[in-house]
């Protein structure tokens, strides 16, 4: 059901994804996300966060100096930097050896942020934005999530296609880099420049986008795509969450990019029991 790979991690440690999901907890140290914005821009605060996230069973910590909402206002690289440097250093002081990924698409924070300890970098404009991003990930040996997002693609064509495209041409600029495929991740983008439909016919579309080849993200925690189905706020998502994330799972994703860790962890080691059988220590 599940295809496996092997993913390099920038410091020498290898990522498994196959059969057992793989929870990424969502470390926003941002004034304006759009579901934690706020909550998490202080130092011992964030630190606390994701170590809470770790505890509640999160396989990759996934910090964010920049929010990606719609009407967010740009942060300039230095600002981004303040934000996410102290956080990924504290967190490797504390000891913590879970994997952590740096989320943005400016090369010099991704660069500064690998060299003080992430492993993996976490691209929303999927290394099309700035093909530099794909020189720093070869640099430091890091393997690259890399994301749809294209606002300028065709509306009249199929998502599917334009998706397939768009990672097309995401491929080829890892590889001119020097970025071998065995490094990428490939994340569809919900609520990214995508409807409604979009957004479903999407996650409808898992099992084929993993047909590409590649590992794949799923990113829908506590997103627009759920509270237009049910009408209710980013607070009342986690049910919403947790289907898209099953669903998703039972169709071949492997990574799961959350905010609520437990419950989604809880969800998928369910469905991961139901696929293959519970563990065989508790059989």
Do not use: C
């Not at 410091?11 to 996300?33: E, F, H, K, Q, Y």
């Not at 992430?118 to 929303?124: C, R």
Request: hydrophobic share 45%.
């Amino acid at each position: 059901m599940h295809k496996h790979y092997d993913i390099n991690l920038a410091d020498g440690r290898s990522l498994a994804l196959g059969r057992n999901p793989v929870v990424m907890g969502i470390l926003n140290v941002t004034p304006d996300s759009f579901s934690d914005g706020g909550a998490f821009n202080l130092l011992d605060v964030a630190v606390a966060h994701a170590q809470q996230m770790i505890a509640d069973g999160a396989d990759i910590i996934d910090i964010g100096g920049e929010s990606t909402r719609p009407g967010a206002a740009p942060v300039s690289t230095q600002e981004e930097l303040d934000r996410v440097i102290p956080v990924i250093e504290a967190l490797i002081a504390a000891g913590v050896t879970t994997p952590l990924s740096i989320d943005s698409y400016k090369p010099l924070v991704a660069d500064q942020a690998i060299q003080s300890g992430a492993t993996i970098i976490n691209d929303v404009h999927g290394l099309l934005r700035a093909p530099q991003m794909a020189q720093v990930a070869a640099l430091h040996n890091a393997p690259v999530i890399a994301m749809h997002w294209d606002n300028d693609r065709d509306q009249a064509k199929p998502i599917l296609s334009e998706i397939e495209r768009y990672f097309t041409r995401t491929i080829a600029v890892a590889e001119s880099a020097g970025v071998s495929r065995e490094k990428l991740i490939l994340d569809p983008g919900f609520g990214f420049g995508k409807s409604l439909g979009d957004n479903y016919a999407t996650l409808n579309a898992t099992r084929m986008l993993t047909d590409f080849g590649f590992p794949l993200l799923i990113g829908t925690s506590r997103k627009s795509m759920i509270g237009r189905l049910l009408n209710n706020t980013t607070e009342d998502r986690l049910a919403g969450t947790i289907a898209t994330n099953v669903l998703a799972y039972a169709n071949g994703a492997h990574i799961f990019r959350v905010h609520d860790v437990r419950a989604n962890r809880d969800a998928l080691r369910v469905a991961a029991a139901t696929l293959y059988g519970p563990p065989e220590e508790i059989r």
